[in-house]
């Protein structure tokens, strides 16, 4: 963590908690208290049942039920203050970087583009946390959760799969892209099926074979256009792309280079769980592992701006000289 976001801790952040540790104590002791209270009351309902006669299912409800919903009632004042905490959290590392940080996106950004490439799945339910959005290096920058879930039925019974959870990454870069370029994961002898190229979105791509072996095994690449794609597709910028879903304790990062109100657009999709959170409100809220989590996982995914912009910075160096 740098001087700009230890000054943060040090001089604002962890005053403040400091500040909410005697209300996070009480309501903890709450939520004990309701918890146990639901227990009580759940052994008290499921002895008069018993008594009465009861079969098993009813019985095992009761003990079930009890404790639950007074876990439940008495997490709400906790639950209020993680939010509360999380939101300035996650707003002021987001301002130290020149971001804004919303709960909530307005829109999902590129959402159906993503979609169209193949590299997000179909789902009947979606739902979206944590955008981070600016202006970085003169790059336009969004950042979003996305959880998708799919219908099945069984039985007679509706119930909701996780298809996708992670994050969704758009990038514009100050450099017009004139072709398409997808980066899927390698799909090991299935390759060989689609060896001569795909489609994605209604474009037909050829397959672009990879300079690095090591990343050869662990991606495929589709384009319209082989020059462009060897030039974005840098060594650096394979490796960032794996580190990002290695320091996000993530897997499957994929991505996608194309144009979007004449400019270049990199979009990312990573399964990488739930991020941006500020972990268990049973611990002190001065713990500092709450912010650093926060700035690591943010400070990763930017890092890939300062790539994308250097072939861009190259171009103007060049056409400078050529002058």
Avoid at 116 to 127: K, M, V
Avoid at 212 to 222: I, L, R, S, T
């Amino acid at each position: 963590m740098d001087a700009r976001f230890s000054r943060l801790w040090d001089d604002k952040l962890e005053p403040w908690l400091s500040g909410l540790e005697g209300d996070r104590l009480r309501f903890v002791r709450l939520r004990w208290y309701w918890t146990t209270g639901g227990v009580a009351l759940g052994a008290a309902f499921a002895t008069v049942l018993a008594y009465q006669g009861a079969e098993a299912v009813p019985i095992i409800m009761a003990l079930i039920i009890g404790p639950f919903l007074g876990y439940m009632i008495g997490s709400h004042a906790l639950h209020k203050m993680s939010k509360r905490i999380k939101l300035e959290l996650n707003s002021t590392i987001a301002g130290a970087l020149g971001l804004v940080y919303r709960p909530k996106p307005q829109s999902p950004a590129r959402f159906d583009r993503l979609r169209d490439f193949g590299l997000l799945p179909s789902s009947t339910r979606q739902a979206f946390e944590d955008h981070y959005s600016g202006t970085q290096d003169g790059c336009e920058f969004e950042l979003y959760e996305a959880h998708l879930e799919q219908r099945r039925r069984s039985n007679k019974r509706t119930y909701y799969v996780t298809v996708f959870r992670g994050v969704i990454i758009r990038i514009n870069f100050p450099r017009k892209v004139e072709g398409i370029t997808v980066i899927t994961r390698d799909q090991g002898w299935f390759n060989g099926l689609q060896a001569f190229g795909r489609s994605f979105g209604g474009n037909k791509l050829e397959r672009i074979g990879l300079v690095d072996p090591v990343f050869e095994k662990a991606f495929e690449v589709y384009g319209n256009d082989q020059v462009l794609a060897r030039y974005m597709l840098t060594p650096s910028f394979m490796e960032r792309l794996l580190a990002l879903e290695t320091s996000l304790k993530g897997k499957n990062v994929r991505a996608a280079f194309d144009q979007y109100s004449g400019e270049g657009e990199l979009l990312i999709a990573a399964e990488t769980g739930n991020l941006f959170e500020i972990g268990s409100m049973s611990t002190p809220l001065t713990q500092p592992g709450r912010f650093t989590k926060i700035v690591e996982e943010l400070g990763h995914v930017t890092g890939l701006i300062e790539l994308l912009i250097a072939p861009a910075k190259l171009d103007e160096h060049e056409e400078r000289q050529g002058e």
